[in-house]
């Protein structure tokens, strides 16, 4: 399994060709204690770069936009039920949809660890 | 706003802020604390059940000396300033011809001179006024040499206690005096603006550090940054003043009529004689007259409904807009102001906001929406 990032602070981990979504730890940090999160629907169709999901915080409102395109075919309701799972474990417990790819070129091209490391400084 | 970091102020509690772990934000030209590494959620429900310390000696503190200024500041304001007594604090608005409101502060009269404390951001327009509007009639003196701690919480009272050895501790809500805290002068009034028990502590720049330090020593006692305060404020139905108040806004419309005391309205003995009270008495004589009040709302669903959002009749007609909103935390829901046409103003109207296009269903409710805390008699 490999894990790509975006300059919006997606990331994404490929299994085949289904790819979990959610947003960085620096992400969750900056937007601060998440008090809702409005998922995708099962079965729709995102572009890359679409707004797949709305995250609210105490703060700020925010989206969690596709990384690419693909069709969402499950959804984690446990962050919609307790949205600050997202801030206690952004990377596992609190992943947001999956989504089966349908240009894995685009995967390729987003930034890798080290390259989102650096852009995060 | 915009600011660049190169202009802004710093509070006396900056380095302390930083060693804390604050996130440090532009705020009415200042470098404030939005929140500590607790984060906002936590600083909130802390301040709830125990006592939190917020920095807001960006606020303006402002002395009128002389024997009129109490009737000379009620030319500026629709509130009984002459008949507050010694020791006592009202909240009140400066207007303007209009009716509108400027700013709100709070008026403090300690026996020898009011005590003013007004907002950051408009307290260089709030300075030239009263000595342009009044400056003949009693002395303004700016207080920059002072800044200013707020203690809230229904563990503030003990906090206090910790440092105040001998020093008597105002009793009841809106009370004040002077004080002597960790062995520095200080003056204090049991106020504040979370909803909340708490104080006020106006302390001078250069004991402002030790005096914050020996407060966060107390059991229970945490600093708490600018987005839980916003939060606070917002629960206990408070204004915030350039989102729910501005100066199109009269203090009828804005439901702030509690603050208009019976003496400053028609038929009382002083009424009138400030800034716009043709218009603001006009409202408060002739209900009809008000075309639209401050609300409270609440949805039925969990997603936070923000400033700026359209609020419509059932039948898609504009009548509002949501001037506060966000997250509470305490009752553990979005919590939302605005202004509606008069039509709707009533508790348990129904209308929609407009969120992100839909239509999402809000009643009107009653504030303030987690009951006070304030030590009455």
Known sequence: MTTRYTEDHEYITLDGDIGTVGITHFAQDKLGDLVYVEQPKIGRALKQGDDAAIIESVKAAAEAKAPVDGEVVEINQAIVDDPSLVNSDPEKAGWFFKIKLSNKAQFDALMDDAAYKKLIG | MSESAENLSRTPLFDLHVSLGARMVPFAGYEMPVQYPLG????????????????????????????????????????????????????????????????????????SYLHLVVNAACKAHDIAHLKSKIGSRCEVKVRDDLALLAL???GAETALESIAHDSAIPQIFMAG?????????????????????????SVPNAQCEALAKALLAAPNVQPIGLG?????????????YGHDLDTSTTPVEAALTWAMQKVRRTGGARAGGFLGADVILAQLDD???????????????????????ELQSSDGVKIGIVTSGGFGPTVNAPVIMGYVEAAYAAAGTKINAMLRGTPTPVTVVDMPFAPHGYKRA
């Open chain 2, 152 to 154: 809230q919480g229904p």
């Open chain 2, 177 to 201: 005096g002077r004080m002597t805290l960790a062995g520095i002068d200080c003056l204090v009034t049991r106020s504040g603006y979370t909803g909340e028990d708490g104080f006020e502590i």
């Open chain 2, 287 to 309: 209900p009809s007259k008000v075309k639209r009040k401050r609300v409270g709302l609440k949805p039925e669903g969990r997603a936070p409904i923000r400033e700026g959002v």
């Open chain 2, 228 to 240: 839980a305060r916003d939060s606070l404020r917002l629960e206990a139905g408070l204004c915030l």
């Open chain 2, 40 to 111: 906002v959620m936590k600083e909130h429900l802390h301040t709830r059940a125990h006592a939190g310390l917020f920095d807001v000696s960006h606020m303006g503190q402002v002395e009128l000396h002389g024997i009129e200024a109490a009737s000379a500041l009620e030319s500026l304001v629709p509130v009984d300033i002459v008949g507050l007594p010694v020791g006592k604090q009202r909240y009140a608005l400066f207007t303007n011809e209009q009716g509108g409101i400027f700013d709100d502060l709070m008026a403090f009269n300690t026996g």
